[in-house]
């Protein structure tokens, strides 16, 4: 049977979101386990590691909602030169003999701490008249980008290479909490720039994607060794540790069977929402309530546990 649920994958620097979702499909197929559709939860870019939610089976119906969740990064920022990419990868392409003290990067972050508007990256995964960003800017061309209306909950002062107070600082490790959609790189861009000079991404890490936290991430070296041994299932996290912001809403047979084949439950006392239906620890369904009517948002084709 094919299994479902979360893998979380500390993605190692150098490779991509949709290579760590080959690498699971690799490891799945060489432990002989049964064929799983897999897909991730929100892309990291291959400069960066950390957090990638992997979801098999059935929890590739909530993947799109790991997207829409927000993100907690650290991040390093070098001051005195700008890449093309914003990142190490790029070639420079401005610098500065400027460099802020601790006292000034201090007193800026409050400026980028909340709703703010943010211009993404030349080279990013956006579409510009059909085509990726990055392949035009790639092909030289010059692409222009609209600033984009993000929110960043929390920024603050990981480390720095040198600089206390009036100290001049050279590089900043920051940690930020952000909404779906912002871009760290455009945000160290514009730190940098508010601070009077200009900066790029040397280090980038993600420490939590939605619910699921870097505690919870597994190498590739421990995923292949685990399903060699035929014991992934003890790394595997449910299909509702996705949803742990979601009530659950309990079911009996009768009802499931009603909610598994699309129908709406009437005269439910359940204030409006978003519920997990369950019957017993199963996962039925993602299920809205509304005014006493509850519908299928999205149905889970999971086996009773009788079964």
Not at 168 to 190: E, N
Request: glycine fraction near 10%.
């Amino acid at each position: 049977m094919p299994l479902s649920g979360w893998l979380i994958l500390d993605k190692p620097r150098g490779l991509g979101s949709t290579q760590g979702v080959s690498a699971v499909k690799r490891v799945l197929r060489q432990g002989g386990y049964a064929k799983t559709k897999v897909g991730h939860g929100g892309t990291l870019d291959p400069l960066a590691e950390g957090v990638l939610p992997i979801a098999l089976g059935e929890a590739t119906k909530l993947a799109g909602r790991m997207l829409d969740a927000s993100k907690i990064y650290e991040f390093t920022v070098q001051f005195g030169a700008e890449t093309a990419t914003l990142d190490t990868e790029g070639e420079v392409v401005a610098t500065s003999d400027h460099r802020p003290t601790m006292a000034e990067i201090e007193a800026i972050l409050p400026r980028f701490t909340g709703p703010i508007e943010q211009v993404p990256p030349a080279y990013s995964a956006l579409k510009v008249d059909g085509q990726r960003a990055y392949d035009r800017a790639r092909a030289g061309e010059a692409v222009e980008l609209q600033a984009r209306a993000v929110t960043i909950h929390s920024l603050a002062i990981r480390h720095s290479g040198e600089g206390r107070g009036d100290d001049i600082v050279q590089d900043i490790t920051l940690a930020a909490h952000v909404s779906k959609g912002t871009y760290i790189r455009s945000l160290a861009r514009d730190i940098a720039s508010a601070l009077g000079t200009c900066g790029h991404v040397t280090y980038l890490r993600r420490t939590k994607a939605g619910p699921f936290t870097e505690a919870q991430a597994i190498s590739l070296d421990l995923l292949e060794e685990s399903a060699k041994r035929r014991a992934l299932e003890n790394l595997i996290l449910p299909l509702e540790a996705g949803l742990d912001d979601i009530p659950a809403l309990h079911l009996d047979q009768t009802s499931a069977q009603a909610v598994r084949q699309g129908r709406v439950l009437s005269d439910m006392p359940q204030s409006s929402g978003l519920y997990l239906a369950k019957l017993g620890a199963v996962p039925v369904a993602l299920m809205e309530i509304t005014d006493g009517m509850a519908a299928v948002v999205r149905g889970f084709n999971l086996p009773d546990v009788a079964e």
